[in-house]
């Protein structure tokens, strides 16, 4: 079940499907803008939620909280 970026809260950990690309992350920081800087659970890189939707929403788009 997809999930809002409403409902995304800080220290949580979450996978987005977006165009064929699973993206699991966890959120450091939401930031008055509406983005989130993210770090990715497999690379440990640092980035922004909006890095990832900048193309717009697949029509496999999925968000969902994991734990």
């Known amino acids: 079940m997809s999930i809002s ?3 995304i ?3 949580k950990k979450y996978c987005l499907r977006n ?5 699991r992350f966890e959120v450091l920081d ?4 509406g983005d989130f800087k993210v ?6 890189e640092v ?3 909006n890095d990832l939707i900048r193309y717009g929403k ?3 788009y999925s968000l969902y909280e994991i734990r």
Not at 39 to 44: E, I
């Open 19 to 23: 165009f064929g690309e699973e993206f």
């Open 9 to 11: 809260r800080t220290g």
């Open 39 to 44: 770090k990715d659970l497999l690379t440990l």
């Open 5 to 7: 970026f409403e409902t």
């Open 47 to 49: 980035y922004h939620i």
């Open 30 to 33: 939401i930031q008055a803008d």
């Open 58 to 60: 697949g029509k496999d």
